[in-house]
C-alpha cells in the first residue's frame, strides 16, 4: 500500500520541484532596463525608428497638453496664451527631432540618450525619473 502511494505521489511531487525551480531561476533579461532600451544595435536602431515615427506622428500632442498645463497653473487667458506658445515650441522641437530620428535611425548618434535634446520620449508618456 504504501509503496503504491509513493508511486503516485512521486511524479507530482518531481513535478512541483521542478516547478519550484524554474519559478526561482534568475531571469536571463533581468540586467534589460526595459523593452525599449535594449542594449544591441539593432534594437538601439530600430527604437530609435519607432521614436522618431512615434513623434512625428503625435507632435501635435504637445498643443492640448501645454495649454492644459498653462491653464492648471495659473488663469485661463494667460494659462492658454502661453500655453499655445510652449505648445508650439515643443511641437516643433519633437517634429525636428522626430524627422531627424527616422532619417538618421541606422545610425547610432546619441545611443539612446534622447533625455539631453527633449523632455519625453513619447509625447503621452510623463516619464519618472
Not at 518531481?14 to 534594437?43: E, H, I, K, W
Not at 503625435?58 to 498643443?63: A, D, L
Not at 498645463?69 to 525636428?96: E, M
Amino acid at each position: 500500500m504504501m509503496k503504491a502511494l509513493v508511486k503516485k505521489l512521486r511524479k507530482p511531487a518531481t513535478l512541483a520541484v521542478v516547478v519550484a525551480a524554474l519559478m526561482l531561476a534568475p531571469d536571463s533579461q533581468a540586467r534589460a532596463t526595459g523593452p525599449l532600451y535594449g542594449s544591441t544595435y539593432f534594437s538601439k536602431i530600430f527604437s530609435k525608428l519607432g521614436r522618431g515615427v512615434g513623434n512625428v506622428a503625435f507632435c501635435w500632442v504637445e498643443f492640448p497638453y501645454e495649454i492644459n498645463h498653462g491653464i492648471q497653473n495659473t488663469d485661463p487667458t494667460s494659462g492658454a496664451f502661453t500655453g499655445f506658445f510652449r505648445g508650439l515650441y515643443f511641437t516643433g522641437q519633437r517634429l525636428v527631432l522626430g524627422v531627424v530620428d527616422v532619417v538618421t535611425f541606422p545610425i547610432d548618434v546619441y545611443g539612446n540618450n534622447y533625455q539631453s535634446i527633449q523632455r519625453t520620449e513619447f509625447p503621452f508618456i510623463d516619464e519618472v525619473h
